[in-house]
């Protein structure tokens, strides 16, 4: 496991029963002897959360916790068939510990059955005492970030194979990529080295590809859709009556990308639409007009006066709003009716997204910082149309969702903004895995499901990835199979590893046609792999996800995190199980490849 950078440290408590989920670093039990339950059977989550930190103190060996640090619950899982995992992130000495994040896991009486952590190491620094002012801190952070820095604030940053005290710095309005946003700037508060300098967005398109497709002279102008509108006012009744507002409407959007397409709307007043979707938890999409905003309070409302929105072109300025809205609606009803998650952090809140953000901005971004997708308009050269495509969508709130679990988080950024390492790259599979089931769920006529990524972005190779033969993609050089090279693949690239195998095990090797779109899918050492089905892949992935990985989990951590979830969901002597281990060694993640601990 290497270094990742974590972003954010704030806790949050969510209980959640849905009997799926995702998979991470390597899972360590304890010997039978030593299972014993650390506190009484229950079910609520505050039992649960304090008997998995007593099980975390009392199984120290194997936690890697202290006497001098304190583990607060992020999220609280129970599962129908009587598992219980909770979700740590961890401070020492009263400092949040970088890359210190862990999950207990319990029995249904709530005995310590074993450990998922990020840190293989202890997280005690050699010192306290910090050489670089707080101040000296700030200013180094806004030079490297080129912005304005906030509040420094001490820290332990354990993911680098030691642990280091460190000052962890915000900065704001950072003129490093092309559109300005916040980043984060970790300082070793002893030796003034930058530890990381990492953006608190992820973006769809990476620099790297954003070059590339300029020097191939690539314009990406993809085809929209014809949307007629209906000449009913579809959110007024036809009967005369009181009704108190706000109420539950049902319009229409004609979008870009997707026809004509049904939207939950808020009915205001009489002649008066809100794009504001009560039955999703008040999801909504607003207008960032053209700023660089990461508030959402601060964008403009969309409103209308016959709940009928957008023309299918961008001459209208809700359009782009219709194709966003019904995506990440299209994306919470996967979550929900696929895992029973409610909301991208499953707390019950609204997601929100922001369009025409920036000026001439290329890209679309799952801002940590907002809290919402944002979605440029793209530079009117290159890029001729806002990306606001279904799958982007997806894929970018995925990442919320990562965020809200794992952290996974990439081992470092170079000048240019380029992510590298093997948690960000497997956090960049997971959204494309996620995102394309975005598009089974909706399975929409004008954009049919598929194992494509990108595919309605006017690209010449006519897609932007592929999950069963990732190197076909040859814009971002994408690969199919694991190397000890691997971990230094930028993160777009190297997310081929496990969306390969994530395609394996769902669909198996070879030739197939699914909706028809015609796959052909390799195996590293030529073995045949047999499918399962989407359905369980996706529920394995999900619940490893959840579950079993951490802020460090790399491709062969993510083995052992599905191998697990399978035996959860199916049993260790199921298809399902073995199939698993098929799909990663057809991808040469293996036992016996394993890199050794700290590389």
């Keep these: 496991m290497r270094r990742p950078h974590i972003r954010s440290l704030a806790v949050a408590?969510?209980?959640?029963?849905?009997?799926?989920?995702?998979a991470g670093t390597a899972f360590a039990g304890p010997a039978a002897e030593t299972d014993h339950a650390v506190a009484a059977?229950?079910?609520?989550?505050?039992?649960?959360?304090?008997?998995?930190?007593?099980?975390?103190?009392?199984?120290?060996?194997?936690?890697?916790?202290?006497?001098?640090?304190?583990?607060?619950?992020?999220?609280?899982?129970?599962?129908?068939?009587?598992?219980?995992?909770?979700r740590f992130i961890r401070t020492h000495q009263g400092m949040p510990v970088l890359g210190g994040d862990l999950v207990v896991h319990l029995s249904h009486r709530l005995a310590y059955t074993g450990v998922t952590r990020a840190a293989d190491q202890g997280v005690r620094p050699a010192t306290t005492q910090a050489r670089l002012t707080a101040a000296q801190a700030e200013a180094k952070a806004a030079t490297v970030a080129k912005g304005d820095a906030g509040t420094a604030e001490l820290v332990v940053d354990a993911r680098d194979g030691d642990a280091a005290l460190a000052y962890q710095v915000p900065v704001s309005d950072s003129t490093t990529a092309e559109a300005a946003g916040t980043r984060t700037?970790?300082?070793?508060?002893?030796?003034?080295?930058?530890?990381?300098?990492?953006?608190?967005?992820?973006?769809?398109?990476?620099?790297?590809?954003?070059?590339t497709l300029r020097e191939r002279g690539e314009t990406l102008d993809p085809a929209t859709g014809t949307a007629a509108q209906t000449t009913a006012l579809t959110g007024i009744a036809a009967v005369k009556r009181a009704v108190h507002y706000p109420v539950t409407a049902v319009g229409t959007g004609a979008s870009l990308f997707l026809g004509k397409v049904p939207l939950t709307t808020t009915r205001t007043a009489r002649t008066s639409y809100l794009l504001k979707d009560p039955t999703r938890w008040g999801t909504e999409t607003r207008d960032a007009k053209g700023q660089e905003l990461e508030n959402f309070a601060q964008g403009k409302k969309f409103t209308t006066t016959d709940n009928k929105w957008g023309n299918g072109a961008v001459s209208h300025r809700d359009s782009a709003a219709v194709d966003a809205q019904y995506g990440i609606t299209q994306t919470l009803d996967f979550y929900k009716k696929t895992f029973g998650r409610k909301g991208i952090e499953n707390n019950g809140k609204a997601a929100r997204g922001m369009v025409h953000f920036g000026d001439k901005v290329a890209n679309a971004f799952w801002d940590s910082t907002c809290d919402c997708m944002l979605y440029g308009d793209g530079d009117g050269d290159?890029?001729?149309?806002?990306?606001?495509?279904?799958?982007?969508?997806?894929?970018?709130?995925?990442?919320?969702?990562?965020?809200?679990t794992a952290k996974l988080e990439p081992t470092r950024v170079d000048a240019d903004g380029n992510q590298y390492g093997e948690a960000g790259s497997l956090n960049e599979s997971l959204a494309d895995i996620f995102g394309s089931n975005v598009e089974f769920s909706a399975n929409n006529a004008k954009n049919p499901p598929n194992y494509l990524i990108g595919e309605k972005l006017g690209l010449a190779q006519k897609f932007l990835r592929r999950l069963d033969h990732p190197s076909l993609d040859k814009l971002e050089g994408t690969i199919d199979y694991w190397s000890p090279q691997t971990f230094d693949a930028e993160v777009h690239a190297g997310s081929g590893v496990s969306s390969h195998a994530y395609y394996l095990l769902a669909e198996g090797s070879g030739r197939k046609t699914v909706g028809g779109f015609a796959y052909d899918s390799p195996t590293y050492d030529g073995s045949t792999v047999t499918g399962i089905g989407r359905a369980k892949a996706t529920a394995i992935f999900y619940r490893a996800l959840t579950r079993y990985m951490v802020s460090t989990t790399d491709f062969h951590d993510a083995r052992t995190a599905t191998l697990k979830a399978a035996a959860d969901l199916y049993g260790a002597s199921s298809t399902a199980y073995q199939t698993v281990d098929q799909a990663w060694a057809a991808v040469n993640v293996t036992v016996a490849n394993t890199p050794a601990a700290g590389r």
């Excluded at 408590?13 to 995702?22: I, K, P, R």
């Excluded at 003034?192 to 973006?203: L, W």
């Design 13 to 22: 408590v969510a209980v959640t029963t849905a009997a799926t989920g995702l």
């Design 41 to 86: 059977t229950g079910t609520t989550a505050a039992s649960v959360v304090t008997a998995a930190r007593a099980a975390a103190f009392a199984h120290a060996s194997a936690t890697g916790v202290t006497q001098s640090d304190e583990l607060r619950a992020q999220d609280v899982m129970i599962d129908p068939e009587g598992a219980r995992h909770v």
């Design 185 to 211: 700037v970790v300082i070793d508060a002893v030796t003034g080295k930058v530890r990381s300098n990492t953006p608190n967005s992820d973006e769809f398109l990476s620099p790297k590809l954003i070059d």
């Design 382 to 404: 290159m890029f001729k149309k806002p990306l606001v495509v279904l799958d982007v969508t997806g894929h970018e709130l995925t990442h919320g969702v990562v965020d809200a």
